[in-house]
C-alpha cells in the first residue's frame, strides 16, 4: 500500500449521514478524449444528525474542474480536495451543489465505475463505484431519485441507457445525440447505471397481473442476437414467479437488460437497466452447456428478484449485504426448485456450498453471514454472505414454514418500501409474522464457522422409545474463539423395518403427527424422545440439508444403504450415499498415506450398481448419486488436507468402478447415446448428464473403446454439454487424440469468446501432470486477454481453484505461479486478483511444507509497492492465520 496500511471499517462506528442527498440531476457527456459529468445535487443536513457539519463527498480517480454552491463558484480555498475526498467545510442547511468533473473510462481497467467493454461505455458502481463517476455521499441509506442526461456521438453510440424512463430524446451538433431518462423510485447510487453503445435489442412484453404491458428489452453486440432467447423466457418466467409466490409485480413499464463481455461478476441488479456478463445472457445449444443454460435462468432471476428484494428495500450500510443477497439467493434457489428437479437443485446448492463457502468458513477470510468488520467491501462479496446467508433464510422458511414466511415477507415489504435497512428489521418481521421469539436464531448473523451436530439414537425395545441426542457445537474462528449454540431446524424422519416412514409422536404428545418433523435445536446437548416405535428405526437426519452444518450420525453403512435405498426425503437419499462415499475415500486416503495396498468394498461397488441398474427411474437422480464425494469437499473433511492422496483416492476408487461395472456404464451410456432433439427441460437435463457421467467412467480407464465412444461423441453431438463433456475426458487422457481434439475445438469456436473460454477451461482443469506448464504456455495464446475476467478466471481461476492436485504439487510451483499472476493483474484489476487469493486464505487447513511455500507466496506478496486493498486484507489476513 502507498498510503500505508489500509484501514478497518467497522459495523459498530454507524452513524447515520451527516447529509442527505434527495435529487441528483447528471449530464454525462461521452467523448474520445474524456468524459466530462456535471452532477446537480439536492442536498441538506440530516435530521438525524444534530448540528451543522462539513459536508464530506466521497470521489476517486476524478479530475475536478468546477464548484458551485446554490449556483456560487467555489474558489480553491472554499473546499477541501484529497484523493478520496471533496470536503465543504460550511454549507447551508439546503441546498444545490453543482460538481464538474472529467474521467477517463477508457483507462478504467477495474471495470468499477465507468468504463468501456468492446467499446461500449458501461458502469458497475456496486458497491462503490458511483465514486469514481462523480463526487458523492457513496454510502447506500443515502436515497435519491435521479434524472441524467447522456451525450455522445451517434454513429458510434447509438444506444443510450439510463435508469427509469426515457423522457427525451434528440441530436445534437457534430453527429452528437442526448437521451434524457428520469427515474421515479429514490435509490442509493449503488445501484445507478448507464450506457452508451453500438447495440442490439431482441424485445418482448410482459403483462403484470394488474395489467401493467413492461417492455422487456435484451440489448447484445450485433451478432448475438440469436443467442438471447432462453434469458428471454427466463426474464418472463420469473416475473410470473414473483407474482404467484410473493405477490410481487414489477414497478416500471420497462426493464433493460445490457449484457457486455468485460464485467467482473455476474451480473448488476441496476434499477430497471440491469448489466450482465455475456456468460449470463447468450446461449444456443451449441453454444452453452446445460449448466450454463440453469447459470443463465437463476442469474437473470436473481438479477429480476432484487427489484423488490434489494432495490425497493435495500441495505443500510454494506454490513447488512446479505439482508439482500442471502435472501435473493434464497428466492432464485426456490425459483430454479419450481421450474426444474427440486430434488437435483437441492443437491447443487448443498455441493456448492461444502465446495465453496465451507472451505471458506474453515480459513483465515471466515466471516459472518454479517460482517462485523472489513478493509475493502468488495471482499465480502462471498460464499458466505451469499450462499449461507440463502441457508440462513431457507431455516427462517423452515421454522416458520412456507405460510408463516410469506406473511414476514409481506410485513417485511409493508414496513420497510422505500427504506435502508438491516438484517435486525428482516428478522423482526419474522419474529412478529410467526409470532416467535428469534433472540438466539440471530447468531446465525454474527458468529463465523460451520456448526457441527454429533447425533447418537438409542432404541429402547421394551419401552418402544428411540432416543436422539443431539450435541453442537461450533468451530473457533479469527477473532471468534469461543462459540454459543446456535437455534436451528433439524428436520427428523424415522423409516422402519420396511422401510417406509414411521408416523412420529414424541414423548408427552397425545397423538402421533405427522413422518417429519422440525426438531428446534437450542441448547449445546438435547435429547428427543420419540415413543410408540414399533422396531429398531433408521433416522433421517438433517432432511433437506434444513441447516448448513457438518453432522456426523452413529449410522453403520448397512443403515446408511438402507438410507439410499428407502429415504423419501430425495435429498437424504442422496446424502447416504455420500456419507458412505466420504467414509470410503477417507479410508482410502488413510490406506494411501500409510502406504497400505487400496480395496474398494464389495458393498460399495454393489450399491452403486443398484444405483446404476435402476438409473431408468429418475436418470437425473442418479447422475447424482452416482458421483463420489468431490476433492475439495473430502478436503474439508480431513484435519490436515492431503489434496495429493485425496486425489490418488477418488482416482483409484472410479478406476476401480469403472472396471467393475463396465458392462453397465457402456450400456447405460449407449441408452441415452442417440441424438434426441434438444431440450433444456429437468429430464433431458439429467438424461444427459448421466450420459456423461458414464462416459466419465468409462474414459477413467480410457480403453480404445471408450476413447472411440468419446471421440463420436465430441465429433457427433451439436449440444455443448457432449461436446465439451467428451473433450474434457480426452484433454485429460493420454489418449494421442487429444490434442486433435483440443486444436479442432479451437478452430471451429475462435470466434466464440465464451466458447473459446471453455475451451482455456478444459485444458486447466485436466489433471496431466503438464497442466502447470501448459497454462502458461495458453497466457500467451493470441485468444487470451489479460484483462478480461472471463478469460482469467477460466484459465487461472479455473488452475489455482478447480485442479487441486495440479495447484497444490509438491513443488510449490503452482503457488508461485499463482502470486505471479495475482501481482500482474492486481495494477490493472483488484478486485479480479483478489479473487484469485482464496486459496491462499485456506492456508492453515495445509500440511508444513505447504504452508510455508504458500507463506513465501503471501510475503511476497504484501512485500510489493502499491498493492491495492482488496489483495492487501486477503493476503494479510492469510498471513495471520
Ligand atoms: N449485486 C451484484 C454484485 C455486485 C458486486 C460488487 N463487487 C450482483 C448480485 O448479487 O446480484
Ligand atoms: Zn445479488
Known amino acids: 500500500m502507498d498510503k500505508g496500511t489500509p484501514k478497518a471499517i467497522h459495523l459498530t462506528a454507524y452513524r447515520p449521514s ?57 474558489g480553491p480555498d472554499g473546499y477541501i480536495l484529497s484523493p478520496d475526498h471533496l470536503t465543504l467545510p460550511d454549507t447551508p442547511d439546503t441546498f444545490v451543489l453543482e460538481t464538474v468533473v472529467r474521467t477517463r473510462p477508457q483507462d478504467n481497467m477495474a471495470l468499477e465505475g465507468l468504463y468501456k467493454s468492446s467499446g461500449n461505455y458501461c458502469t458497475q458502481c456496486e458497491a462503490e463505484g458511483f465514486r469514481k463517476i462523480t463526487y458523492f455521499i457513496d454510502r447506500p441509506d443515502v436515497m435519491a431519485r435521479y434524472t441524467t442526461v447522456i451525450e455522445a456521438e451517434k454513429a458510434r453510440y447509438p444506444v443510450l441507457l439510463s435508469n427509469g424512463n426515457l423522457v427525451g430524446s434528440g441530436d445534437a451538433a457534430d453527429g452528437r445525440h442526448w437521451a434524457k431518462w428520469e427515474d421515479p423510485f429514490p435509490k442509493p447510487c449503488y445501484l445507478f447505471a448507464l450506457v452508451a453503445g453500438d447495440l442490439r435489442a431482441v424485445e418482448d412484453r410482459f403483462r403484470t397481473r394488474s395489467g401493467r404491458d413492461v417492455a ?126 427440486a430434488a437435483v437443485k437441492r443437491i447443487q446448492d448443498v455441493q456448492g456450498l461444502r465446495t465453496v463457502q465451507f472451505p471458506e468458513d474453515s480459513g483465515a477470510m471466515a466471516h459472518p453471514v454479517r460482517p462485523e468488520s472489513y478493509v475493502e467491501i468488495n471482499n465480502f462479496y462471498t460464499p458466505t454472505v451469499y450462499n449461507k446467508g440463502a441457508e440462513v433464510i431457507r431455516m427462517y422458511h423452515t421454522l416458520l414454514g412456507a405460510e408463516g414466511f410469506r406473511r414476514g415477507m409481506d410485513l417485511y415489504f409493508q414496513r420497510h418500501d422505500g427504506q435502508a435497512v438491516t438484517c435486525d428489521d428482516f428478522a423482526a418481521a419474522m419474529a412478529d409474522a410467526g409470532g416467535v421469539d428469534l433472540t438466539q436464531f440471530k447468531l446465525w448473523y454474527s458468529q463465523a464457522g460451520t456448526p457441527e451436530l454429533r447425533v447418537t439414537g438409542e432404541y429402547d425395545e421394551a419401552a418402544r422409545t428411540y432416543r436422539l441426542t443431539v450435541r453442537q457445537t461450533v468451530p473457533p474462528t479469527p477473532g471468534q474463539p469461543d462459540k454459543m449454540p446456535m437455534h436451528m431446524p433439524l428436520v427428523t424422519g424415522l423409516l422402519g423395518p420396511d422401510g417406509k416412514d414411521l408416523p412420529l409422536r414424541l414423548a408427552g404428545e397425545a397423538a402421533p403427527g405427522g413422518t417429519s418433523r422440525v426438531l428446534e435445536l437450542r441448547a449445546a446437548e438435547q435429547r428427543f424422545e420419540f415413543v410408540d416405535v414399533p422396531a429398531r428405526p ?20 448397512a443403515d446408511l444403504t438402507f438410507l439410499t435405498a428407502n429415504d423419501s426425503d430425495p435429498f437424504n437419499r442422496w446424502e447416504a450415499g455420500q456419507v458412505l462415499g466420504v467414509r470410503i475415500l477417507l479410508g482410502l486416503v488413510a490406506d494411501i498415506q500409510s502406504g497400505r495396498p487400496l480395496a474398494l468394498p464389495d458393498g460399495f461397488v454393489g450399491a452403486m450398481g443398484a444405483v446404476l441398474g435402476d438409473a431408468g427411474h429418475d436418470p437425473a437422480f442418479a447422475a447424482q448419486a ?113 490434442e486433435d481434439a483440443l486444436a479442432a475445438f479451437y478452430d471451429r469456436w475462435k470466434d466464440d469468446r465464451l466458447v473459446v473460454d471453455k475451451w482455456f477451461n478444459v485444458q486447466a482443469t485436466s489433471h496431466r501432470p503438464d497442466t502447470l506448464d501448459r497454462v502458461r504456455a495458453l497466457l500467451d495464446h493470441p485468444a487470451f486477454e489479460i484483462r478480461n475476467p472471463n478469460k482469467v478466471y477460466s484459465l487461472i481461476g479455473a488452475f489455482a481453484g478447480g485442479n487441486p492436485v495440479r495447484f497444490h504439487a509438491t513443488d510449490g510451483a503452482g503457488y508461485a505461479f499463482l502470486a505471479d499472476q495475482v501481482l500482474r493483474i492486481d495494477p490493472m484489476n483488484p478486485q479480479v486478483a483478489s479473487r484469485l487469493m482464496g486459496q491462499f486464505s485456506r492456508i492453515r487447513r495445509y500440511d508444513a511444507t505447504r504452508q510455508a511455500q504458500m507463506r513465501t507466496q503471501l510475503e511476497r506478496i504484501v512485500a510489493t509497492p502499491a498493492l491495492s486493498p482488496d489483495v492487501f486484507e486477503v493476503a494479510s489476513k492469510s498471513l495471520e492465520a
Open 18 to 74: 451527516t447529509h442527505l442527498i434527495d435529487t441528483v440531476d447528471l449530464h454525462v457527456d461521452l467523448r474520445e478524449e474524456a468524459t466530462t459529468v456535471r452532477a446537480r445535487l439536492g442536498i441538506r443536513q440530516n435530521p438525524a444528525r444534530a448540528g451543522a457539519e462539513p459536508l464530506v463527498l466521497d470521489g476517486q480517480r476524478l479530475e475536478l474542474v468546477s464548484v458551485t454552491v446554490d449556483g456560487v463558484p467555489l
Open 216 to 341: 422487456l428489452r435484451i440489448y447484445v453486440e450485433p451478432g448475438n442476437e440469436d443467442k438471447c432467447d432462453h434469458a428471454m423466457r427466463s426474464l418472463k418466467k420469473s416475473m410470473a414467479w414473483d407474482e404467484e409466490v410473493y405477490g410481487l409485480e414489477y414497478d416500471l413499464d420497462i426493464f433493460n437488460i445490457v449484457a457486455v463481455s468485460d464485467f467482473n461478476m455476474g451480473a448488476m441488479e441496476n434499477k430497471s437497466l440491469n448489466v450482465f456478463n455475456t456468460k449470463y445472457i447468450l446461449a444456443r445449444p451449441e453454444t452453452a452447456t446445460d449448466g450454463d443454460f440453469l447459470g443463465i435462468e437463476a442469474v437473470v432471476a436473481h438479477e429480476y428478484f432484487h427489484n423488490w428484494t434489494g432495490n425497493r428495500v435495500t441495505c443500510r450500510d454494506w454490513f447488512q449485504l446479505s439482508l439482500k443477497e442471502g435472501l435473493t439467493v434464497f428466492r432464485d434457489q426456490q425459483f430454479s426448485a419450481d421450474m426444474n428437479s
Open 538 to 557: 433408521v433416522p433421517s437426519l438433517l432432511r433437506g440439508f434444513s441447516a448448513p452444518v457438518k453432522l456426523t450420525a452413529d449410522l453403520t453403512d
Open 626 to 738: 452416482l458421483v463420489l464425494p468431490g476433492e475439495s469437499y473430502l478436503g474439508t473433511q480431513m484435519a490436515v488436507i492431503d489434496p495429493i492422496a485425496i486425489h490418488e483416492a477418488r482416482e483409484f476408487a472410479r478406476r476401480t468402478l469403472a472396471e467393475r461395472l463396465r458392462d453397465r456404464w457402456l450400456a447405460t451410456h449407449r441408452a441415452h447415446a442417440g441424438n434426441e432433439p434438444f431440450s433444456v427441460d429437468a429430464a433431458a437435463i439429467g438424461r444427459r448428464s448421466l450420459k456423461n457421467l458414464c462416459l466419465a467412467y468409462l474414459m477413467a480407464r480410457p480403453d480404445p473403446e471408450a476413447v472411440g465412444l468419446a471421440i463420436g461423441q465430441f465429433h457427433g453431438s451439436r449440444a455443448m454439454t457432449d461436446v465439451i463433456a467428451a473433450l474434457q475426458l480426452l484433454a485429460g487422457s493420454d489418449a494421442p487424440e487429444r
